[in-house]
């Protein structure tokens, strides 16, 4: 990676509850796939992933109230993805991608990035260049209506849902238990947050909305379409070929 023509792609999770049928690193499994995946596509490298991220949320993540929730302060997420940054850049990659798996991560993630960016040009590297991204975004409008045939319910809510349990039954089926997930309608929260939490808020399962309808094939349509998003991304910011080469300046 020395002639910094080699993007590092970074996976950044969390230690969440994801209901009864799902483990805890769920956060981390998903981005860590994904990244793997794209990886072989730009001749991109994958770091070790970041297993524990911030506080999980009550209205898109259940709470970190909740159990088995393990959760990092903010300052301390930024500084540690500001110096990973760092010291991959000390050691020559100028190109890289964060690719978050647990929404709550996503402002520190940019401030980590901020920090990251200043203190490199401090130290005469200019051309330093990082792509952010959460899988989810790349879910397109025509596989969301195959997914929710009966009507989407939003992101917000999707926490332990459909879509990560179909991911991880089309990933890891052994660490899924779907006979113990709980169907119950998605959860309804006021257009405000409270501090604590009200418990009572947050469905018991842990999970926002019902996995019920969660299949394998569900899950490789959305393999599909967001390696394919994601890997179109980062060609077109690091001037990457389909080869996997880069293209001439």
Excluded at 105 to 113: D, G, H, R, T
Aim: hydrophobic content about 40%; glycine content about 10%.
């Amino acid at each position: 990676m020395k002639d910094g023509n080699t993007p590092i792609l970074i996976p950044l999770g969390s230690m969440e509850q994801h209901g009864h049928h799902m483990p805890l690193h769920v956060d981390v499994l998903l981005p860590t796939e994904f990244a793997r995946r794209v990886a072989e596509r730009v001749g991109g490298l994958v770091a070790p992933a970041f297993t524990y991220g911030y506080k999980s949320q009550q209205k898109c993540g259940g709470g970190n109230h909740m159990p088995g929730t393990v959760s990092l302060e903010g300052q301390t997420l930024v500084h540690q993805l500001r110096d990973v940054i760092k010291e991959f850049a000390r050691h020559g990659g100028r190109d890289f991608c964060i690719v978050n798996g647990h929404y709550e991560n996503s402002w520190f993630i940019n401030e980590a990035v901020d920090l990251a960016l200043r203190e490199l040009r401090w130290d005469g590297m200019a051309n330093v260049k990082v792509v952010v991204l959460s899988y989810w975004d790349f879910v397109t409008q025509e596989t969301i209506d195959k997914l929710y045939p009966d009507g989407f319910p939003g992101w917000a809510v999707e926490h332990g849902g459909v879509l990560e349990t179909s991911l991880m039954l089309a990933l890891y089926p052994r660490l899924v238990q779907l006979e113990r997930a709980v169907d119950h309608p998605a959860a309804t929260f006021p257009p405000y947050d409270v501090y604590p939490v009200k418990a009572e808020w947050t469905p018991a399962s842990g999970t926002l909305s019902s996995p019920k309808h969660a299949s394998r094939e569900k899950g490789e349509l959305m393999l599909s379409v967001c390696v394919d998003g994601i890997v179109q991304a980062l060609r077109d910011e690091f001037n990457i070929k389909a080869s996997g080469k880069r293209a001439a300046a």
